[in-house]
T-cell receptor
Framework: NAGVTQTPKFQVLKTGQSMTLQCAQDMNHNSMYWYRQDPGMGLRLIYY???????DKGEVPNGYNVSRLNKREFSLRLESAAPSQTSVYFCATGGSTDTQYFGPGTRLTVL | AQRVTQPEKLLSVFKGAPVELKCNYS??????LFWYVQYSRQRLQLLLRHISRESIKGFTADLNKGETSFHLKKPFAQEEDSAMYYC???????????FGSGTRLQVQP
């Protein structure tokens, strides 16, 4: 079992470029999440999906979009990247309890 | 709204010394509280949750509702405990977690 996987591991973008971060899970969890991790700010929720076919905004959704393609996959898209989106992005899943399981992260730099 | 406060950005101790990582919260109701740990270059992983009342890797945490605290403690720190520690609780109105800003624990030899 791979658990939660994310691609890519690293990415450098120029301001204005777009990209999609991919997340997949084999834990059969209904809920999936995207967080960003910034120094001194902890993890902040960008978007989440309580089940296949539903998505909701989190604390910092501006500049992002998401797609819950199926139960396994939840992607995060940056349409026009900005330097303020330089961060480490974590995908997570959750089952019937509140415990969450995290992917390895994607380190994104926007120049 | 719920909030998690970790007042220390960095805690540096010597090997064998006691450790206490502070976490205070604001939440209406009875929260479920978590500690997550992130070792260097690794993903976040659950260290412990208060409802299970376990001791993991020698760490314990007691929920103090009067002081609204959930401090993480270990009597004798080891070098391998060096990591980033996050306190978290469920977000109101959504099935997600609200995290504190994290405390970096540095255990020196």
């Amino acid at each position: 079992n791979a658990g939660v996987t994310q691609t890519p591991k690293f990415q450098v973008l120029k301001t204005g470029q777009s990209m999609t971060l991919q997340c997949a899970q084999d834990m059969n969890h209904n809920s999936m999440y995207w967080y960003r991790q910034d120094p001194g700010m902890g993890l902040r929720l960008i978007y989440y999906s309580a089940s296949e076919g539903t998505t909701d905004k989190g604390e910092v959704p501006n500049g992002y979009n998401v797609s819950r393609l199926n139960k396994r996959e939840f992607s995060l898209r940056l349409e026009s990247a900005a330097p303020s989106q330089t961060s480490v992005y974590f995908c997570a899943t959750g089952g019937s309890t509140d415990t969450q399981y995290f992917g390895p992260g994607t380190r994104l730099t926007v120049l | 709204a719920q909030r998690v406060t970790q007042p220390e950005k960095l805690l540096s101790v010597f090997k064998g010394a006691p450790v206490e990582l502070k976490c205070n919260y604001s939440y209406s109701g009875s929260p479920e509280l978590f500690w997550y740990v992130q070792y260097s270059r690794q993903r976040l992983q659950l260290l412990l949750r208060h409802i299970s009342r376990e001791s993991i890797k020698g760490f314990t945490a007691d929920l103090n509702k009067g002081e609204t605290s959930f401090h993480l403690k270990k009597p004798f720190a080891q070098e391998e405990d060096s990591a980033m520690y996050y306190c978290a609780l469920p977000s109101t109105g959504r099935r997600a977690l609200t995290f504190g800003s994290g405390t970096r624990l540095q255990v020196q030899p």
